[in-house]
Protein backbone atom coordinates (compact mmCIF):
# COMPACT_ATOMS: atom_id res chain seq x y z
CA UNK A 1 0.00 0.00 0.00
CA UNK A 2 1.72 2.79 -0.86
CA UNK A 3 0.83 6.26 -1.09
CA UNK A 4 1.23 10.09 -1.61
CA UNK A 5 -0.40 13.10 0.02
CA UNK A 6 -0.39 16.59 0.28
CA UNK A 7 0.50 17.93 3.83
CA UNK A 8 -0.03 21.63 4.24
CA UNK A 9 1.16 23.96 7.36
CA UNK A 10 0.45 27.54 7.54
CA UNK A 11 3.47 29.56 7.36
CA UNK A 12 3.93 33.23 7.40
CA UNK A 13 1.93 34.91 4.46
CA UNK A 14 1.53 31.41 2.76
CA UNK A 15 1.56 27.54 3.19
CA UNK A 16 4.51 25.05 3.79
CA UNK A 17 3.37 22.50 1.62
CA UNK A 18 4.58 18.84 1.44
CA UNK A 19 4.01 16.22 -1.16
CA UNK A 20 4.55 12.64 0.33
CA UNK A 21 5.54 9.47 -2.15
CA UNK A 22 6.94 6.51 -0.58
CA UNK A 23 10.37 7.38 0.20
CA UNK A 24 9.97 11.02 -2.05
CA UNK A 25 9.20 14.56 -0.34
CA UNK A 26 9.52 17.85 -1.22
CA UNK A 27 8.44 20.98 -0.31
CA UNK A 28 6.80 24.15 -1.46
CA UNK A 29 5.60 27.82 -0.22
CA UNK A 30 3.04 28.86 -2.05
CA UNK A 31 0.22 31.62 -1.20
CA UNK A 32 -2.55 32.17 -2.68
CA UNK A 33 -4.77 35.05 -2.37
CA UNK A 34 -8.19 35.11 -1.43
CA UNK A 35 -10.98 37.50 -2.06
CA UNK A 36 -10.40 39.33 1.63
CA UNK A 37 -6.63 39.90 0.57
CA UNK A 38 -5.49 37.45 2.89
CA UNK A 39 -3.22 33.89 2.15
CA UNK A 40 -5.53 31.03 2.17
CA UNK A 41 -5.29 27.43 0.64
CA UNK A 42 -5.64 26.20 -2.35
CA UNK A 43 -6.02 22.66 -0.08
CA UNK A 44 -7.32 22.49 3.16
CA UNK A 45 -6.91 19.77 5.80
CA UNK A 46 -9.49 16.65 5.04
CA UNK A 47 -12.24 17.05 6.17
CA UNK A 48 -14.28 14.85 8.71
CA UNK A 49 -16.91 13.13 6.30
CA UNK A 50 -18.17 9.70 5.01
CA UNK A 51 -15.67 9.15 2.20
CA UNK A 52 -17.43 6.41 0.70
CA UNK A 53 -20.65 8.05 1.39
CA UNK A 54 -23.68 5.70 2.28
CA UNK A 55 -21.76 2.23 2.63
CA UNK A 56 -19.29 3.14 5.47
CA UNK A 57 -18.92 1.67 8.46
CA UNK A 58 -16.30 0.58 11.22
CA UNK A 59 -16.78 -3.30 10.71
CA UNK A 60 -18.58 -6.21 9.15
CA UNK A 61 -20.75 -5.81 6.03
CA UNK A 62 -22.36 -2.76 4.55
CA UNK A 63 -25.21 -2.37 2.12
CA UNK A 64 -26.32 0.03 -0.12
CA UNK A 65 -29.53 2.37 0.81
CA UNK A 66 -31.93 1.35 -1.95
CA UNK A 67 -35.02 -0.12 -2.69
CA UNK A 68 -35.02 -3.60 -1.16
CA UNK A 69 -34.92 -7.10 -2.17
CA UNK A 70 -36.55 -10.56 -0.83
CA UNK A 71 -34.45 -12.78 0.76
CA UNK A 72 -32.55 -14.71 -1.25
CA UNK A 73 -34.10 -17.78 -3.33
CA UNK A 74 -31.76 -20.20 -5.35
CA UNK A 75 -32.82 -20.41 -8.80
CA UNK A 76 -31.94 -21.18 -11.76
CA UNK A 77 -31.71 -17.56 -12.93
CA UNK A 78 -29.62 -16.76 -10.00
CA UNK A 79 -26.01 -15.67 -10.95
CA UNK A 80 -23.95 -14.89 -7.72
CA UNK A 81 -20.58 -13.06 -8.02
CA UNK A 82 -17.76 -12.09 -6.01
CA UNK A 83 -15.62 -9.30 -6.44
CA UNK A 84 -12.37 -9.46 -4.60
CA UNK A 85 -10.39 -5.78 -4.33
CA UNK A 86 -6.94 -5.50 -4.36
CA UNK A 87 -3.99 -2.72 -4.96
CA UNK A 88 -2.33 -4.35 -7.82
CA UNK A 89 1.56 -4.41 -9.01
CA UNK A 90 3.70 -4.56 -11.78
CA UNK A 91 4.35 -7.67 -12.92
CA UNK A 92 7.59 -7.37 -14.72
CA UNK A 93 10.27 -4.21 -14.37
CA UNK A 94 8.21 -2.82 -17.71
CA UNK A 95 5.58 -2.78 -15.78
CA UNK A 96 6.88 -0.16 -12.99
CA UNK A 97 6.61 2.87 -14.60
CA UNK A 98 2.91 2.67 -15.86
CA UNK A 99 1.59 1.31 -12.77
CA UNK A 100 3.18 4.04 -10.38
CA UNK A 101 1.58 6.34 -13.37
CA UNK A 102 -1.58 4.96 -12.30
CA UNK A 103 -1.19 5.29 -8.54
CA UNK A 104 0.07 8.86 -8.74
CA UNK A 105 -2.88 9.39 -10.97
CA UNK A 106 -5.41 8.56 -8.63
CA UNK A 107 -7.40 11.98 -6.82
CA UNK A 108 -7.76 9.77 -3.69
CA UNK A 109 -3.60 9.26 -3.38
CA UNK A 110 -2.79 12.77 -4.55
CA UNK A 111 -5.76 15.13 -3.36
CA UNK A 112 -5.44 18.25 -5.32
CA UNK A 113 -8.20 21.18 -5.36
CA UNK A 114 -10.87 21.36 -8.18
CA UNK A 115 -8.83 24.26 -9.62
CA UNK A 116 -5.35 22.06 -10.20
CA UNK A 117 -7.05 18.68 -11.24
CA UNK A 118 -6.45 19.00 -14.79
CA UNK A 119 -2.26 18.63 -13.42
CA UNK A 120 -3.31 15.06 -12.00
CA UNK A 121 -2.46 13.57 -15.06
CA UNK A 122 1.12 15.77 -15.92
CA UNK A 123 1.91 15.33 -12.10
CA UNK A 124 1.73 11.92 -12.28
CA UNK A 125 3.98 11.44 -14.99
CA UNK A 126 6.38 12.98 -13.64
CA UNK A 127 6.36 11.25 -10.26
CA UNK A 128 6.14 7.59 -12.21
CA UNK A 129 9.29 8.94 -14.58
CA UNK A 130 11.68 9.98 -11.53
CA UNK A 131 10.24 7.21 -8.84
CA UNK A 132 10.55 4.44 -11.32
CA UNK A 133 14.31 3.49 -11.47
CA UNK A 134 14.41 3.19 -7.21
CA UNK A 135 11.80 1.15 -7.43
CA UNK A 136 12.38 -1.39 -9.98
CA UNK A 137 15.35 -2.16 -7.60
CA UNK A 138 13.19 -3.25 -5.22
CA UNK A 139 10.96 -4.84 -7.63
CA UNK A 140 14.09 -6.41 -8.87
CA UNK A 141 14.96 -7.65 -5.59
CA UNK A 142 12.27 -9.93 -5.10
CA UNK A 143 12.30 -11.58 -8.80
CA UNK A 144 11.79 -8.76 -11.29
CA UNK A 145 7.78 -7.94 -10.63
CA UNK A 146 5.01 -8.56 -8.19
CA UNK A 147 3.76 -11.63 -7.46
CA UNK A 148 0.45 -9.86 -6.30
CA UNK A 149 -1.45 -10.84 -9.44
CA UNK A 150 -0.73 -14.59 -9.12
CA UNK A 151 -1.56 -15.15 -5.53
CA UNK A 152 -4.78 -13.27 -5.77
CA UNK A 153 -6.32 -15.42 -8.91
CA UNK A 154 -4.82 -18.06 -6.93
CA UNK A 155 -7.26 -16.87 -4.01
CA UNK A 156 -10.27 -16.11 -6.45
CA UNK A 157 -9.85 -20.46 -7.67
CA UNK A 158 -9.40 -21.34 -4.00
CA UNK A 159 -12.64 -19.23 -2.88
CA UNK A 160 -14.77 -20.35 -5.65
CA UNK A 161 -14.05 -23.49 -4.66
CA UNK A 162 -14.84 -23.37 -1.16
CA UNK A 163 -18.30 -22.08 -2.35
CA UNK A 164 -19.16 -24.58 -4.25
CA UNK A 165 -18.47 -27.35 -1.34
CA UNK A 166 -20.82 -25.29 0.54
CA UNK A 167 -23.44 -25.78 -2.26
CA UNK A 168 -22.98 -22.05 -3.39
CA UNK A 169 -22.12 -21.79 -6.50
CA UNK A 170 -20.20 -18.33 -7.59
CA UNK A 171 -18.36 -16.20 -10.16
CA UNK A 172 -14.80 -14.60 -8.25
CA UNK A 173 -13.41 -11.64 -10.04
CA UNK A 174 -10.03 -10.04 -9.47
CA UNK A 175 -10.48 -5.95 -9.84
CA UNK A 176 -6.91 -4.91 -9.18
CA UNK A 177 -6.86 -0.76 -8.26
CA UNK A 178 -3.78 0.04 -10.50
CA UNK A 179 -2.81 -2.73 -12.65
CA UNK A 180 -4.44 -5.09 -14.59
CA UNK A 181 -7.33 -6.86 -14.20
CA UNK A 182 -8.10 -2.97 -13.46
CA UNK A 183 -11.34 -2.86 -11.03
CA UNK A 184 -13.55 -1.52 -14.63
CA UNK A 185 -12.41 -4.54 -16.80
CA UNK A 186 -13.93 -6.73 -13.86
CA UNK A 187 -16.91 -5.12 -14.01
CA UNK A 188 -17.17 -5.08 -17.48
CA UNK A 189 -17.26 -9.05 -16.94
CA UNK A 190 -19.48 -9.05 -14.69
CA UNK A 191 -22.06 -7.33 -16.90
CA UNK A 192 -21.04 -9.90 -19.60
CA UNK A 193 -21.75 -12.41 -17.35
CA UNK A 194 -25.09 -11.00 -16.70
CA UNK A 195 -24.10 -11.22 -12.21
CA UNK A 196 -27.76 -10.71 -10.93
CA UNK A 197 -26.17 -10.11 -7.09
CA UNK A 198 -22.72 -9.44 -6.28
CA UNK A 199 -20.37 -9.43 -2.51
CA UNK A 200 -17.65 -7.11 -2.70
CA UNK A 201 -14.85 -8.13 -0.91
CA UNK A 202 -11.87 -6.56 -0.34
CA UNK A 203 -8.72 -8.26 0.32
CA UNK A 204 -7.98 -5.85 2.95
CA UNK A 205 -8.82 -7.05 7.08
CA UNK A 206 -8.98 -3.58 8.15
CA UNK A 207 -10.49 -0.74 6.52
CA UNK A 208 -8.36 2.38 5.43
CA UNK A 209 -9.82 5.11 3.04
CA UNK A 210 -6.60 4.70 1.32
CA UNK A 211 -7.55 1.26 0.63
CA UNK A 212 -11.11 -0.14 0.36
CA UNK A 213 -12.04 3.63 0.45
CA UNK A 214 -10.30 4.05 -2.41
CA UNK A 215 -11.50 0.89 -4.41
CA UNK A 216 -15.25 1.28 -3.45
CA UNK A 217 -15.39 5.09 -4.52
CA UNK A 218 -14.32 3.49 -7.83
CA UNK A 219 -17.30 1.07 -7.90
CA UNK A 220 -19.56 3.78 -6.75
CA UNK A 221 -18.65 6.06 -9.75
CA UNK A 222 -19.22 3.08 -12.23
CA UNK A 223 -21.79 1.83 -10.78
CA UNK A 224 -23.78 5.22 -10.65
CA UNK A 225 -23.47 5.77 -14.74
CA UNK A 226 -24.66 2.51 -15.51
CA UNK A 227 -28.34 1.48 -15.70
CA UNK A 228 -27.89 -2.35 -15.60
CA UNK A 229 -24.99 -1.72 -12.54
CA UNK A 230 -27.10 0.36 -10.36
CA UNK A 231 -29.66 -2.36 -10.38
CA UNK A 232 -27.57 -4.85 -9.67
CA UNK A 233 -27.95 -6.04 -5.70
CA UNK A 234 -24.63 -5.27 -4.06
CA UNK A 235 -23.14 -6.14 -0.11
CA UNK A 236 -19.57 -4.89 0.85
CA UNK A 237 -18.01 -6.61 3.35
CA UNK A 238 -15.96 -3.33 4.23
CA UNK A 239 -13.53 -5.41 6.92
CA UNK A 240 -13.04 -8.73 8.24
CA UNK A 241 -10.55 -8.59 10.33
CA UNK A 242 -12.79 -9.52 13.77
CA UNK A 243 -14.02 -12.69 11.87
CA UNK A 244 -13.06 -15.75 13.98
CA UNK A 245 -11.89 -18.15 10.85
CA UNK A 246 -9.20 -14.85 10.17
CA UNK A 247 -8.43 -14.80 13.44
CA UNK A 248 -7.70 -18.49 13.99
CA UNK A 249 -5.87 -18.94 10.90
CA UNK A 250 -3.66 -15.84 11.94
CA UNK A 251 -2.84 -17.85 15.37
CA UNK A 252 -2.29 -20.69 13.32
CA UNK A 253 0.53 -19.33 11.42
CA UNK A 254 1.62 -17.68 14.76
CA UNK A 255 1.85 -20.43 16.73
CA UNK A 256 3.40 -22.89 13.62
CA UNK A 257 6.38 -20.52 13.15
CA UNK A 258 7.05 -20.24 17.01
CA UNK A 259 7.70 -23.45 17.20
CA UNK A 260 10.92 -23.03 14.42
CA UNK A 261 12.66 -21.12 17.41
CA UNK A 262 14.84 -23.17 20.03
CA UNK A 263 13.13 -21.53 22.88
CA UNK A 264 10.06 -20.17 21.70
CA UNK A 265 8.80 -18.84 24.93
CA UNK A 266 11.35 -16.51 25.22
CA UNK A 267 10.30 -15.07 21.56
CA UNK A 268 8.77 -11.76 21.17
CA UNK A 269 5.24 -11.53 18.71
CA UNK A 270 6.12 -8.50 16.61
CA UNK A 271 3.01 -7.01 14.45
CA UNK A 272 3.93 -4.73 11.66
CA UNK A 273 1.08 -2.71 9.95
CA UNK A 274 1.17 -0.98 7.12
CA UNK A 275 0.96 3.02 8.31
CA UNK A 276 -0.61 5.64 7.31
CA UNK A 277 -0.64 9.54 8.60
CA UNK A 278 -2.15 10.50 11.96
CA UNK A 279 -4.08 12.91 9.67
CA UNK A 280 -6.32 10.19 7.91
CA UNK A 281 -6.92 9.05 11.42
CA UNK A 282 -7.64 12.40 12.97
CA UNK A 283 -8.88 14.05 10.67
CA UNK A 284 -10.66 12.15 7.96
CA UNK A 285 -11.94 9.93 10.18
CA UNK A 286 -9.92 6.65 9.48
CA UNK A 287 -10.93 3.46 11.53
CA UNK A 288 -7.98 2.03 10.45
CA UNK A 289 -5.89 2.16 13.83
CA UNK A 290 -8.83 0.92 15.93
CA UNK A 291 -9.26 -2.08 13.77
CA UNK A 292 -5.33 -2.87 13.87
CA UNK A 293 -5.22 -2.55 17.89
CA UNK A 294 -8.47 -4.40 18.19
CA UNK A 295 -7.06 -7.28 15.53
CA UNK A 296 -3.65 -7.89 17.45
CA UNK A 297 -5.77 -8.12 20.90
CA UNK A 298 -7.99 -10.39 19.22
CA UNK A 299 -5.21 -12.81 18.26
CA UNK A 300 -3.57 -12.83 20.39
CA UNK A 301 -6.61 -13.78 23.43
CA UNK A 302 -7.16 -16.86 20.71
CA UNK A 303 -3.09 -17.36 21.51
CA UNK A 304 -3.71 -17.26 25.01
CA UNK A 305 -6.48 -20.17 24.78
CA UNK A 306 -3.82 -22.48 23.16
CA UNK A 307 -1.36 -21.64 26.34
CA UNK A 308 0.67 -19.02 24.50
CA UNK A 309 1.58 -15.90 26.13
CA UNK A 310 4.58 -14.66 24.59
CA UNK A 311 4.98 -10.64 24.60
CA UNK A 312 3.79 -9.06 22.01
CA UNK A 313 4.10 -5.48 20.10
CA UNK A 314 2.35 -3.59 17.17
CA UNK A 315 4.59 -0.82 14.81
CA UNK A 316 3.55 0.55 11.76
CA UNK A 317 5.67 0.56 8.68
CA UNK A 318 6.43 2.49 5.84
CA UNK A 319 6.70 5.73 6.68
CA UNK A 320 8.14 8.22 5.35
CA UNK A 321 8.69 12.14 5.54
CA UNK A 322 8.79 14.96 8.52
CA UNK A 323 4.80 13.95 9.21
CA UNK A 324 3.52 12.30 12.01
CA UNK A 325 2.26 8.59 10.80
CA UNK A 326 0.53 6.16 12.95
CA UNK A 327 3.17 5.24 15.67
CA UNK A 328 4.99 3.34 17.06
CA UNK A 329 7.52 3.24 14.16
CA UNK A 330 8.26 -0.16 12.93
CA UNK A 331 12.06 0.67 12.38
CA UNK A 332 12.95 2.55 15.44
CA UNK A 333 10.94 -0.45 17.75
CA UNK A 334 13.09 -2.70 16.10
CA UNK A 335 16.30 -1.12 17.70
CA UNK A 336 14.99 0.06 20.94
CA UNK A 337 13.75 -3.87 21.32
CA UNK A 338 17.94 -4.52 20.49
CA UNK A 339 18.72 -2.29 23.27
CA UNK A 340 16.33 -3.81 25.64
CA UNK A 341 17.95 -7.06 25.42
CA UNK A 342 15.22 -8.75 22.85
CA UNK A 343 16.94 -11.75 21.49
CA UNK A 344 14.42 -14.14 19.46
CA UNK A 345 11.63 -11.72 17.43
CA UNK A 346 8.88 -12.90 14.80
CA UNK A 347 7.75 -10.76 12.40
CA UNK A 348 4.09 -10.83 11.89
CA UNK A 349 2.90 -8.59 8.84
CA UNK A 350 -0.54 -8.65 9.77
CA UNK A 351 -2.30 -5.96 7.48
CA UNK A 352 -0.97 -7.88 4.46
CA UNK A 353 -2.96 -11.29 3.32
CA UNK A 354 -0.77 -11.86 0.12
CA UNK A 355 2.61 -11.53 -0.40
CA UNK A 356 3.87 -8.61 -2.08
CA UNK A 357 7.08 -5.86 -1.95
CA UNK A 358 6.73 -4.91 1.46
CA UNK A 359 6.59 -8.27 2.77
CA UNK A 360 9.26 -9.57 0.61
CA UNK A 361 11.64 -6.79 0.54
CA UNK A 362 11.00 -4.35 3.44
CA UNK A 363 10.16 -6.74 5.92
CA UNK A 364 12.14 -9.72 4.28
CA UNK A 365 15.65 -7.14 3.58
CA UNK A 366 15.37 -4.06 4.94
CA UNK A 367 13.79 -5.00 8.64
CA UNK A 368 15.65 -8.45 8.89
CA UNK A 369 19.06 -6.56 8.46
CA UNK A 370 17.85 -3.90 10.59
CA UNK A 371 16.78 -6.15 13.47
CA UNK A 372 20.21 -8.57 13.24
CA UNK A 373 22.12 -5.00 13.70
CA UNK A 374 20.04 -4.23 16.76
CA UNK A 375 21.24 -6.83 18.43
CA UNK A 376 18.13 -9.56 17.96
CA UNK A 377 19.81 -12.58 17.01
CA UNK A 378 17.01 -14.86 15.66
CA UNK A 379 14.23 -13.69 13.44
CA UNK A 380 11.39 -15.49 11.89
CA UNK A 381 8.95 -14.23 10.26
CA UNK A 382 5.04 -15.46 9.43
CA UNK A 383 4.20 -15.81 5.88
CA UNK A 384 0.89 -14.11 4.17
CA UNK A 385 -2.22 -16.51 4.80
CA UNK A 386 -2.38 -16.41 0.91
CA UNK A 387 -4.52 -19.66 0.28
CA UNK A 388 -4.86 -20.94 3.83
CA UNK A 389 -7.27 -23.42 3.73
CA UNK A 390 -8.60 -22.19 7.13
CA UNK A 391 -9.18 -18.31 6.12
CA UNK A 392 -10.63 -19.16 2.33
CA UNK A 393 -12.98 -21.23 4.38
CA UNK A 394 -13.65 -17.92 6.60
CA UNK A 395 -13.87 -16.06 3.53
CA UNK A 396 -16.73 -18.05 1.50
CA UNK A 397 -19.10 -18.00 4.94
CA UNK A 398 -18.34 -14.67 4.75
CA UNK A 399 -19.44 -14.29 1.20
CA UNK A 400 -22.66 -16.22 1.83
CA UNK A 401 -23.49 -14.26 5.22
CA UNK A 402 -23.16 -10.83 3.27
CA UNK A 403 -25.36 -12.47 0.20
CA UNK A 404 -29.19 -12.13 1.73
CA UNK A 405 -28.72 -7.99 2.73
CA UNK A 406 -27.37 -7.09 -0.67
CA UNK A 407 -29.14 -4.00 -2.19
CA UNK A 408 -29.30 -2.27 -5.20
CA UNK A 409 -26.38 0.69 -5.19
CA UNK A 410 -26.95 3.84 -4.52
CA UNK A 411 -27.05 6.04 -7.17
CA UNK A 412 -26.59 9.62 -6.38
CA UNK A 413 -23.00 11.25 -5.42
CA UNK A 414 -22.55 11.21 -1.94
CA UNK A 415 -19.25 13.23 -1.60
CA UNK A 416 -20.41 16.97 -1.70
CA UNK A 417 -17.95 19.60 -3.95
CA UNK A 418 -17.21 22.59 -2.94
CA UNK A 419 -19.38 25.33 -4.33
CA UNK A 420 -17.39 28.85 -4.36
CA UNK A 421 -20.13 31.59 -3.89
CA UNK A 422 -17.69 34.36 -5.31
CA UNK A 423 -17.81 32.80 -9.09
CA UNK A 424 -15.41 36.23 -10.38
CA UNK A 425 -13.31 35.45 -6.70
CA UNK A 426 -12.85 31.74 -7.96
CA UNK A 427 -12.11 33.15 -11.38
CA UNK A 428 -9.14 35.07 -10.22
CA UNK A 429 -7.71 32.88 -8.47
CA UNK A 430 -8.33 29.76 -10.89
CA UNK A 431 -6.51 31.81 -13.13
CA UNK A 432 -3.56 32.58 -10.97
CA UNK A 433 -3.43 29.52 -9.56
CA UNK A 434 -2.91 27.94 -12.73
CA UNK A 435 0.15 29.89 -14.15
CA UNK A 436 1.53 29.43 -10.77
CA UNK A 437 1.14 25.07 -10.83
CA UNK A 438 2.27 25.26 -14.18
CA UNK A 439 5.50 27.37 -13.05
CA UNK A 440 6.22 24.95 -9.73
CA UNK A 441 5.52 22.02 -12.21
CA UNK A 442 8.08 22.42 -14.52
CA UNK A 443 10.73 24.92 -13.14
CA UNK A 444 13.87 23.31 -12.67
CA UNK A 445 13.65 23.41 -8.75
CA UNK A 446 10.82 21.59 -8.65
CA UNK A 447 12.67 18.59 -10.78
CA UNK A 448 15.38 19.07 -8.76
CA UNK A 449 13.53 18.11 -5.49
CA UNK A 450 11.59 15.24 -6.90
CA UNK A 451 15.60 14.15 -8.25
CA UNK A 452 16.75 14.82 -4.57
CA UNK A 453 15.04 13.10 -3.07
CA UNK A 454 14.55 9.64 -5.15
Known amino acids: MSCLALVIYPKHHGFLIYLHVKHLWFHLLIQVIGRDGRGSYIYGPIQKRNLIGQTFCSVGVCTHPGSGIESLSHTAEEKIGVLLLNLGGPETLHDVQPFLFNLFADPDIIR ?44 ATALKMALEAKEMPAKVYVAMRYWHPFTEEAVQQIKRDRITRLVVLPLYPQFSISTTGSSIRVLQSIFREDAYLSRLPVSIIQSWYQREGYVKSMADLIEKELQSFSNPKEVMVFFSAHGVPVSYVEEAGDPYRDQMEECIYLIMQELKTRGINNDHTLAYQSRVGPVQWLKPYTDEVLVELGQK ?50 FITDLADAV ?25 GYAIKMFFGSILAFILLLSPKMISAFKNHL
Not at 114 to 123: A, N
Not at 344 to 371: C, G, K, N, Q, W
Open 400 to 424: IEALPSATTMYTSSNISEEVDDDPV
Open 112 to 155: LPRMFRFLQRPLAQLISVLRAPKSKEGYAAIGGGSPLRKITDEQ
Open 341 to 390: GVKSLLAVPVSFVSEHIETLEEIDMEYRELALESGIENWGRVPALGCNSS
